[in-house]
């Protein structure tokens, strides 16, 4: 399980550089930007996590538990080179995401 680290672990530079803190860069941590997809969608800010996630892992952020359901890179092209412009993690609450499961799976089986 993935911890996120305090909205006072970031520097912004540039108005739109997102960094780490020091301690999170040496481990190998990214800024993500969060949003819960649970209609509606609910913004959870910028967080720092590894670089590694994937679909189905579980992230606790202020206390609560999320579940990813999708990790998203965008890149825009910028003097004839694609640059990464977005890191984003779509989440569920993890009883949300157990539910739509079950019910993904009730509707396979009839």
């Not at 952020?61 to 990813?68: P, S």
């Amino acid at each position: 399980m993935a911890m996120a680290s305090n909205l006072a672990a970031y520097q912004k530079l540039q108005g739109l550089q997102v960094l780490c803190r020091k301690k999170d860069r040496e481990r190998d941590h990214h800024p993500y930007k969060v949003i819960e997809i649970t209609p509606p969608p609910k913004n959870l800010g910028i967080r720092c996590f590894p670089s590694n996630l994937q679909c189905g892992e579980s992230v606790t952020i202020e206390g609560q538990a999320y579940t990813i359901s999708a990790v998203t890179y965008r890149y825009q092209l910028r003097k004839g080179k694609y640059e990464p412009s977005e890191k984003r993690l779509d989440v569920l609450s993890t009883g949300r995401y157990i539910l739509n499961l079950y019910l993904e799976n009730l509707l396979e089986q009839s």
